[in-house]
């Protein structure tokens, strides 16, 4: 069985994240040691102290936590402690890579990449080909309060919650329109394609504009292309998550929203969109358990799937989604989960105003959800194949 490193003090979800594969490795069998990056040269002294063993130590981490340049984790010569001691790093990435192009260019000699998307993996094998890719992890949930009993739908405080930031897309706008009319007009165009063909992919849509405005282009300038093309991500997703709550507000629905920026949002009627705090993971979980339908927005994963789903089903509420092609295959509308599409938004309310009127209904949906994530998207089941992974078995 190996050591294994974990981070947390850094990003609060990631960190949650780890800790509950950490759980999971440690009744396995490893050794885990958890990392505080708000604590840095203390936890260094640790490590190297009393937990690091050559040859049989790995990291696994989210989104390139340890390899960011950060001093503690270089030597004197300015390598990383992962080549230096030869270190084999799992980083499990939960945003698209093509924000991380400047960390992928000078990854560790024995790095691993794991997509939370199919399509994300695709992305990987074309414009990095030279990393190793694999396999494909989507997130999975957590079950709070596993030995007490589930509040019934009947009983919850909450008709629909929305867990999660919001940022107005107009914030994005200075990168649309920061070089002249011509590429101002060229965004915009992407943008407008996405807006009306949500189920493509912004790398899709962008190589497809690329050709019809300039031709072919050389794979090393499509590939410099894609890292230069997040904020148009961003603008999208925002842009259909602000529009998923103000659908339901303006319809009369309440809708309580945990999380910063949403007081920024437009409605017709504000009345209907219920302001509460930020709330870390567990308060979110906590928050799951007191409510009827939990609405998700897929952060423009195509082909994965995100937390907010089998946190909702595992905390036995209804999932209110839009859909990916690998969530096509595990989710059945009106059965254990209750699907929307990004191209018919104004149905949402319709949608959710029937659940609402039928709480017996709603509890067999919540009922079935949880029997679909429980039987495999916990963390526990992701922490098989990463220990499957790192002990070199067949997946």
């Not at 390598?79 to 030869?86: E, G, I, V, Y």
Request: glycine share 6%; hydrophobic share 40%; proline share 4%.
């Amino acid at each position: 069985m190996k050591k294994i490193m974990f981070f947390v003090g850094d990003i609060e979800t990631q960190g949650y994240f780890s800790l509950q594969i950490a759980e999971e490795m440690k009744r396995l069998g490893h050794e885990i040691f958890i990392f505080d990056l708000s604590k840095p040269w203390a936890s260094t002294q640790k490590f190297f102290g009393s937990f690091f063993e050559k040859g049989n130590t790995v990291l696994i981490n989210f989104n390139f936590h340890g390899m960011s340049g950060e001093d503690y984790f270089l030597d004197e010569n300015g390598r990383s402690m992962w080549d230096a001691l030869q270190i084999p790093s799992y980083n499990i990435v939960v945003d698209h890579p093509m924000y991380y192009h400047h960390f992928l260019e000078k990854v560790p000699s024995n790095y691993h990449h794991i997509s939370i998307d199919r399509n994300h993996e695709k992305y990987m094998r074309r414009f990095f080909p030279e990393i190793e890719n694999g396999p494909f992890l989507p997130l999975a949930g957590t079950q709070l309060y596993k030995d007490r009993s589930n509040v019934p739908i009947s009983h919850r405080r909450y008709d629909v919650v929305m867990v999660g930031n919001y940022c107005i897309p107009q914030i994005f706008e200075k990168y649309i329109t920061r070089i002249d009319e011509e590429y101002t007009a060229f965004y915009y165009g992407m943008i407008d394609e996405l807006f009306a063909k949500p189920w493509r992919t912004v790398e899709e849509v962008a190589q497809e504009h690329l050709l019809r405005e300039i031709g072919e282009v050389p794979e090393e300038e499509l590939k410099k292309a894609m890292a230069s093309l997040t904020f148009i991500d961003l603008y999208v997703r925002y842009t259909f998550r602000g529009r998923a709550v103000q659908e339901l507000a303006d319809a009369g629905i309440k809708v309580h929203v945990f999380g910063d920026g949403w007081d920024r949002l437009e409605c017709k009627h504000p009345e209907n969109l219920i302001l509460m705090n930020n709330l870390d993971s567990e308060g979110c979980l906590k928050k799951l358990r007191q409510t009827k339908l939990s609405l998700n927005v897929m952060p423009w994963f195509k082909d994965g799937a995100h937390d907010r789903i089998f946190n909702t089903m595992l905390n036995v509420a209804v999932c209110l989604t839009d859909s990916s092609t690998y969530l096509d295959a595990i989710l059945e509308d009106q059965k254990n989960s209750a699907v929307y599409s990004l191209s018919e938004m104004e149905k949402l309310p319709e949608i959710a105003g029937a659940l609402l009127e039928d709480t017996d209904k709603m509890q067999s949906i919540a009922d079935s959800g949880y029997q679909l994530a429980q039987g495999g998207h916990t963390w526990a089941h992701r922490a098989e194949v990463l220990h499957k992974l790192i002990e070199k078995e067949s997946i």
